[in-house]
């Protein structure tokens, strides 16, 4: 009896493990909007900063254009759209947010919009490590239309390694304090806030943006 017993558990809890481990995969995404509208050109807006560090506006700006373009969009450069804004009055990513999708296409004449939000971004310390990390939303609207295209999340972490790299409490000390250091003194968010960029806006990925025409994996319907 003890013996079937064993059997019996030894069948079931791998099982059970299995059962306990499964995770739901995402739904599709519904592309019918994107599409129809077949956007060509986006226009990047200035990301929304709701994290404390000041960098995250700029630094995620800087990193989004390649992913885009790789996709297969023509991308209108960053730097002149941000100065566009200024020179009309708006330097505040929120208030450029709220600008109408209409009046956005008059002006720039790209055929849809990009808008980021940051949610998280910077490094936090503890006693014996730092973690940088980043985590973006965004959306893709048609600035004819005013219709949500697309939308998406992405993070990336400097831990996601696993940079535990022995030498015991002392070195771990000391390690943790040459990071703070250089942390200090370098943005070390900023790399990996082109890793969340390209998690988030590179073309071909699960739910994530579909190739635009320059791409040779571009597909018409």
Same mark, same amino acid.
Request: hydrophobic letters at 45%; proline letters at 5%; charged letters at 15%.
């Given at each position: ?32 909007a ?10 990047v ?10 960098k ?8 989004? @254009? ?5 996709? /297969?969009?023509?991308? +209108?450069?960053? %730097? !002149?759209v941000?100065?566009?804004? =200024? *020179? ?5 990513s ?51 239309s ?11 972490? @400097? ?5 535990? /790299?022995?030498?015991? +409490?002392?070195? %771990? !000390?000391?390690?943790a304090?040459? =990071? *703070? ?41």
């Amino acid at each position: 009896m003890l013996k079937k017993t064993v059997k019996l558990a030894a069948c079931l809890i791998p099982a059970l493990l299995a059962v306990g481990c499964a995770t739901k995969p995402a739904a599709p995404y519904d592309y019918t909007a994107f599409k129809l509208s077949k956007p060509r050109s986006i226009v990047v807006l200035p990301p929304l900063n709701n994290s404390p560090d000041v960098k995250a506006t700029y630094s995620m700006l800087s990193q989004v @254009s390649y992913p885009l373009a790789e996709a /297969g969009y023509y991308v +209108l450069p960053v %730097a !002149l759209v941000d100065e566009t804004f =200024k *020179q009309n009055g708006l330097s505040n990513s929120a208030e450029i947010h709220a600008v109408a999708p209409a009046k956005i296409q008059e002006i720039f004449g790209a055929d849809a919009a990009l808008y980021v939000t940051v949610s998280n971004y910077g490094t936090t310390y503890a006693v014996i490590d730092s973690v940088s990390a980043v985590t973006a939303d965004a959306k893709l609207v048609d600035l004819k239309s005013g219709a949500l295209l697309w939308a998406g999340s992405a993070t990336a972490s @400097s831990n996601e390694g696993g940079n535990n /790299g022995g030498g015991g +409490l002392i070195g %771990a !000390l000391v390690a943790a304090a040459v =990071k *703070q250091i250089i942390n200090t003194a370098t943005d070390a968010a900023h790399p990996i806030a082109g890793v969340t960029s390209n998690r988030l806006l590179a073309g071909g990925r699960n739910n994530g943006m579909l190739y635009g025409p320059r791409s040779a994996n571009y597909k018409e319907n």
